[in-house]
C-alpha cells in the first residue's frame, strides 16, 4: 500500500514536471518565433515594392510555417494542462452550448445542421468549458474536411439515466480504414497540413478531455460516407488523472 502511494505521488510529481517543462519550452520558442516573423516583415519592407515575386511568395510561406509552428506549440500546451484549465463545474443549458458553437464556426453558407435533443432536462451542472470544447472541435472538424459543396452535420444528444451520450456526424468523405486508428494521436492528420491549415490536435484533446472525466469516444464510418463520432459524457463528473 505504502509503495502504491509512493508511485501514485511520484507519478504526479512527473506529470507536473511534464507540464511545467511544456510550457517553458513553448514560451521560450515563441519569442525567436515572432522575431523571425517580424524580420521578414521588416525586410519585405525594406525591399519596396519593385521585388521579385517569388520573393515575396517565399517570404509568405516563411511567415505561414512560423505561424503553424506557433499553433501547434499552443495546442501542444492547452493537451498539457487539460486537467488543469477551466475546470469549473457549473450550470448549462445544453441546447446552449450547442448553439454557441455552431455560431463560433463562422461563415456557415451551404451548411445544414440537423440537431436532435432527447433530454429529460435540457440542464445540467458539468464541466461547461470543457464539453463546449469537445463540440467545437467536432463540429469543426466536420465542416473543415468537408469535400462537399452542400454540406450536412447531424447532431444528436441523447440525455441517459447516468451520462449523455453526443453522436456528431457527417456525410463528408469520412476517415480512410487504414488510418483510423491514428486520428486521436496528437499532431496526425489524415490530409497534408499544406492542403488544410490544421494542427492535427483537436481529436487528441478531446479524447483526453472525455477521458479525464470518465467518459469515452469512439469513430465509425457512416453509412453511404462520411464519419461518425460518439462519445458519453457522465452526469457525475470524475476527473481521472
Known sequence: MESEKKCQEELTALKKELEDFVYIV????????????????????????????????????????????ENMMNALVELSHVNSIKMDL??????????????????????????????IDEKCI????????????????AVQFHDKENKNVFIEIIENEIDYEIVISDDGP?????????????????HSKDVFDSTGAGLAICDKIIKMIGGTIEYTPRLNGGSIFKFNWPKAITINN
Open 174 to 190: 469520412g476517415i480512410p480504414e487504414e488510418v483510423k486508428d491514428k486520428i486521436f494521436s496528437i499532431f496526425y492528420t489524415v
Open 26 to 69: 513553448s514560451h521560450d520558442i515563441k519569442t525567436p518565433m515572432r522575431a523571425i516573423v517580424n524580420i521578414a516583415t521588416w525586410i519585405e519592407d525594406d525591399l519596396g515594392t519593385d521585388v521579385d515575386k517569388n520573393i515575396l511568395d517565399n517570404f509568405n510561406l516563411l511567415k505561414n510555417r512560423v505561424g503553424r509552428l
Open 126 to 141: 458539468t464541466l461547461g468549458k470543457k464539453l463546449e470544447k469537445v463540440i467545437y472541435s467536432l463540429l469543426h472538424n
Open 90 to 119: 457549473f450550470e448549462v443549458s445544453i441546447p446552449k452550448v450547442v448553439n454557441d458553437c455552431i455560431a463560433m464556426l463562422g461563415d456557415k453558407t451551404k451548411i445544414e445542421f440537423h440537431i436532435s435533443y432527447n433530454l
